[in-house]
């Protein structure tokens, strides 16, 4: 406690009060002051914490010297951190929720910079000539993707507080419609946002799920979609509509939940799937009938998105394993296990017959033929690797993890040359003989 002994004390007037009644008012008043000092230096650390958690996320980010590296082609600055990257038609795109930057991809010269989104905007997509990006609300804008002019804007079906707020979980446009899925399904033309068709209530799944926001769909090129309906167990289906009027072609009851997109192969298409304990893997049906073809099942919690590469089906699974299935018929080709720790795997990239993929903070290098460790290197500071890409023209592997960017010979797997960004560094992209990078507020094109 804080005293302080005087002899006189003067109120507010100039007036003298008594000894104790002065001890008692200096002791009130350093009190508040206390408080008030507590409560600024809270206010303090608040604002700080914000602004570290901010900067670290890439806001605030101050324009850094331009790369000088040689192997750089090309760099051009973005106002805010790009949470999206989209090549297309010979150009580079950028989407940071609230702005959306159109680069030409050969020169790096900015074609134009037009303000959509916001602070839930998600989605970036070129097709056809349009550029489609989610808004809040579950909408979707068409920007003109020569000149970024605004086209046509529309709302997907939603039904509750949280979609009001988002943008569509899943957006997707081919063969002139797009395809926005929130607690509902809207199909839309990609040339005039006019409505084709909707599943937008729960009436509109009568014939499939009794849950609205548990309705999925994926289309794939030609006149199908597919999708997935229902919540688990014998309540969850396969389904394919028709792409032009919706109109159900197919329904096959499946027992383990699809986990992800599904692929199309010659006749087939193939889903991945998962309880989420101990039975997961791919299974595939008759595009035409929902008939089932073949399954292949592994004893795991979960497994990567699959990718079919070179008539190869490929998948990293939760037990550390890299799968190699024949997605004709489902039998396996080989599998290699890589690591014992569960964690997560970059989408595979193939080489002159060779297969590298990240998992955890490892790239791995495979045989194509035999599934045989070839190589491997690890972070140094045991970070996840984020993103792989392999340049066409300079045959160099690009890695990204944190705040750093390695190469690699992908040829001979030597170690070529690095970059160090000090705020962020998105997944590499690698299309028109370039990689394409957007890190410290610059989009960069590579060799």
């Known amino acids: 406690m804080f005293y302080l002994s005087v002899n006189r004390c003067l109120d507010g007037d100039g007036e003298r009060i008594k000894r104790g009644q002065c001890i008692v008012k200096l002791r009130l008043d350093w ?18 914490a914000s602004l ?8 605030f980010v101050p324009n850094p010297p331009p790369p000088t590296l040689a192997h750089v082609v090309w760099q051009n600055t973005l106002e805010h951190s790009a949470y999206e990257l ?18 030409d991809a050969e020169s790096g010269r900015l074609l134009w910079r037009v303000e959509q989104g916001n602070y839930f905007g998600r989605g970036l997509i070129v097709s056809g000539g349009g550029v489609y990006v989610g808004h809040s609300g579950a909408k979707v804008v068409c920007l003109d993707e020569v000149t970024g002019t605004f086209q046509w804007i529309f709302q997907a079906p939603y039904n509750s507080g ?6 569509p979980a899943y957006l997707a446009v081919v063969d002139g419609r797009v395809f926005a899925v929130g607690d509902g399904l809207a199909v839309h033309s990609a040339y005039t946002g006019q409505l084709l068709w909707e599943y937008a209530d729960r009436s509109g799944y009568a014939n499939l799920t009794d849950k609205p ?9 030609g006149d199908r979609v597919y999708g997935t309906a229902g919540y688990g167990g014998s309540g969850a289906f396969l389904c394919s509509f ?24 010659q006749e087939h298409v193939i889903f991945p799937h998962g309880n989420g304990r101990d039975q997961t893997g791919v299974f ?26 070179n008539d190869l089906l490929l998948f990293g699974a939760s037990d550390g394993r890299f799968y190699n299935v024949n997605p004709e018929n489902g039998t396996l080709n080989w599998n290699t296990t890589l690591d014992s720790r569960e964690g997560k795997w970059t989408e595979p990239q193939i080489f002159n017959n060779q297969i590298f993929v990240g998992y955890q903070d490892t790239i791995y290098n495979l045989d194509a033929n035999t599934g045989q460790l070839l190589w491997n290197w690890s972070t140094p500071n045991s970070k996840p690797i984020t993103g792989l890409a392999i340049s066409s023209l300079s045959n160099l592997l690009y890695a990204t993890w944190e705040q750093n960017l390695q190469t690699f010979s992908a040829a001979d797997c030597s170690p070529q040359w690095s970059q160090y960004f000090e705020h962020y560094v998105r997944a590499p992209i690698a299309a028109y003989n370039k990689v394409y990078i957007a890190g410290d507020g610059y989009m960069i094109a590579y060799e």
Do not use: C, M
Not at 243 to 263: D, F, K, Q
């Open 31 to 48: 009190l508040i002051r206390r408080r008030l000092i507590y409560v600024a230096g809270l206010i303090v650390i608040v604002v700080a």
């Open 86 to 103: 989209a090549v297309g038609d010979g150009r580079v795109f950028t989407f940071d929720s609230d702005l959306v930057n159109a680069f």
């Open 284 to 309: 595939s049906f008759d595009s035409s009938s929902g008939e089932h073809v073949w399954s292949f099942n592994i004893n795991e919690t979960s497994i990567q998105q699959p990718v079919i590469k």
């Open 162 to 167: 949280l979609f009001a707020k988002r943008a």
């Open 242 to 265: 028709d792409a032009y009027n919706g109109t159900i072609l197919w329904r096959t009851p499946v027992y383990l939940w699809p986990s992800g997109e599904p692929l199309a192969y």
């Open 52 to 59: 570290v958690i901010l900067h670290e996320n890439g806001f």
């Open 213 to 221: 926001n548990e309705v999925n769909v994926w289309p794939l090129e």
